[in-house]
């Protein structure tokens, strides 16, 4: 038993290096899961073949040292990326995004650490001073001109049939909300399948 236990250990490590020897400044790193999240990927992923991604991050290299900046329930944070990935494979696991024009990539990151310490935002919405994931990469990353690289979307809340999900009529009803169905935003899945993104490699 101790020896399939180090075994596994060896392996994570590996994994661990191999990714982390991938990534470049301003990677994107996309969380996909079939459990979790699953509210957010069934409402936004609607082809079957396509990954069930529930998360977006932005891998970003602070004193030597990598990290993934994210929104998350605490917040907008650097969370160190060994543990990022650990969290994230033990859920599904990750696809590495780059963007095919870097020349943005230092202003990007610069953007969005200006948010780090805001509050998350459970609601999805626009135009606060919370904020989600996806949004946290929609605000920030723009092109060698400046110009914002992922546009907003209609939001969709619903499953491949167009029906909103219980999830999210439970969700907002708890907030005393109609579903924002159609409303402009963001979500991963958007960001991931955008044609300025090229993913490199799925774990």
């Keep these: ?36 999240g699953r509210a957010i990927s069934e409402a936004t992923v609607h082809d079957a073949t396509a990954l069930p ?14 990290y993934a900046l994210e929104a998350i329930d605490e917040g907008v944070v650097l969370t160190p990326y060994d543990r990022f990935l650990e969290r994230t494979m033990s859920k599904g696991g990750m696809a590495i995004g780059r963007l095919h024009d870097r020349s943005g990539i230092d202003q990007s990151v610069s ?16 135009d606060t001073q919370e904020i989600y994931c996806s949004e946290l990469v929609q605000l920030s990353y723009v092109n060698g001109k400046g110009q914002r690289l992922f546009p907003l979307i209609n939001m969709s809340f619903h499953d491949s049939n167009g029906r909103i999900l219980d999830y999210w009529r439970e969700h907002y009803s708890k907030h005393g909300m109609a579903v924002p169905e159609g409303a402009l935003g963001t979500n991963p899945a958007q960001i991931a399948n955008d044609p300025a993104v090229e993913l490199l490699k799925i774990q």
């Design 1 to 36: 038993m101790r020896r399939i236990f180090i075994i596994l250990a060896i392996v994570v490590c590996a994994l661990r290096a191999g990714a982390q020897s991938d990534l470049m400044e301003g990677d994107l790193l996309f969380a996909y899961s079939t459990t979790t």
């Design 111 to 126: 953007n969005a650490m200006e948010h780090l310490g805001k509050s998350y935002d459970d609601l999805y919405m626009i």
């Design 53 to 66: 991604i529930y998360h977006v991050a932005i891998a970003t290299w602070v004193s030597g040292r990598l």
